[in-house]
């Protein structure tokens, strides 16, 4: 029989550990319910996360993966801080949303227009739509005492059924004989995200992800804010000797991740998305805290658990084309990781014993 025996301090080594045992275990049990689907595991495995770096198209594929993983760094970068300051803003995908409307609303409103300053303004749009659908929880929590995590998940199907109202309502082409969607932002260049090396499809959005890393590893290493958000987290009580308000650390934490998360539905819908559409959100905001916690909330780990999780996504899709793969496997699969990243993270605060032996297994 095993027990598990807490250790005296966290262990450093599995903490930064872990995450590639998650992997790898990942690509087992995905290795069985590839089987169990009657696909070859093997096959499954290589096109997932060899073929976009290495095989026939792996040129264009690269680009891709910094194109799907820009997104996700972006919000996780964003709930990182809010985790780090035990602040569990769990409605992204909406602030996502709301972020993407309100940004586009503003590149709509003045369609036909040509200048250039209607991207910039709708870049501000995207993160104030992001910011304000995220201070509803936060304002809900400073003044009421609301679980965030409850509030900030309802919002998300508010502001899906918002989406799916401007979609087929007010941000609806008016010359797209009835058909749900807005304008596409690819045929209007003053509001569009343009590509930024030809043939590679990197846009703004990749750009703001690395710069959002860069901030966001200075803020926490080298920022009074940054001090109180990691104190906050590790040691509430002694935060509050310290006179850390938590009110104003909820305010500033939820306000920085729905505006990064609004930044991300902005250049999401004015590059590849193209335009407003019912379908838009495709889960980037929810898949976001999996790359958060694989990059164990420091923005360079969670720039290289984005680029992992893009890996999925990219390789996924030609596994599905190339392979018959479902989609809602893929879906399980990245569910997969996020279990087994919590599950082995026991690891980092417990050793493991064999009950009646002195020998540890480590």
């Not at 935060?239 to 305010?251: E, I, P, T």
Request: with cysteine.
């Amino acid at each position: 029989m095993f027990t598990l025996e807490k250790r005296p301090t966290p262990s450093k080594a599995w903490a930064w550990g872990t995450p590639f045992l998650a992997v790898a275990l990942t690509m087992v049990a995905g290795g069985l319910l590839f089987a169990a689907l009657g696909k070859d595991p093997f096959a499954v495995v290589r096109t997932i996360f060899w073929d976009p770096l290495f095989g026939e198209f792996a040129r264009y594929l690269r680009g891709q993966l910094l194109v799907k993983a820009a997104p996700l760094t972006l919000i996780a970068v964003g709930l990182a801080l809010g985790f780090r300051a035990g602040i569990w803003n769990i409605g992204a995908e909406g602030q996502y949303i709301i972020g993407a409307i309100t940004g586009a609303a503003i590149g709509l409103a003045v369609y036909p227009t040509e200048s250039r300053w209607i991207f910039p303004l709708m870049i501000l749009g995207g993160a104030f739509g992001g910011w304000v659908w995220a201070m509803i929880p936060a304002l809900l929590r400073t003044k009421f005492n609301t679980n965030e995590i409850l509030v900030s998940l309802m919002l998300v199907y508010v502001a899906e059924t918002i989406l799916s109202k401007a979609a087929t309502g007010f941000l609806r082409n008016p010359e797209g004989m009835g058909f749900p969607g807005s304008r596409s932002f690819s045929s209007y260049a003053a509001a569009g995200n343009p590509e930024l090396i030809a043939g590679t499809g990197l846009h703004w959005g990749v750009v703001a992800a690395l710069i959002a890393v860069i901030w966001a590893y200075v803020l926490l290493q080298r920022h009074l804010l940054g001090y109180q958000i990691k104190l906050a987290g590790q040691a509430p009580r002694a935060a509050r000797f310290a006179g850390v308000s938590a009110d104003r650390l909820v305010m500033l934490c939820m306000g920085m991740s729905g505006a990064l998360a609004g930044l991300a539905g902005l250049f999401e819908v004015t590059g590849p998305a193209g335009q407003i559409s019912i379908d838009f959100n495709v889960g980037y905001g929810f898949t976001a805290i999996i790359v958060a916690f694989l990059g164990r909330l420091n923005p360079f780990g969670i720039l290289l658990a984005a680029l992992l999780m893009a890996l999925t996504y990219v390789g996924g899709e030609m596994a599905a084309t190339n392979l018959g793969l479902p989609s809602s496997a893929i879906r399980v699969f990245q569910g997969m990781l996020l279990f087994f990243l919590l599950a082995v993270d026991l690891l980092s605060n417990y050793r493991i014993r064999l009950a009646g032996a002195a020998r540890e297994v480590r």
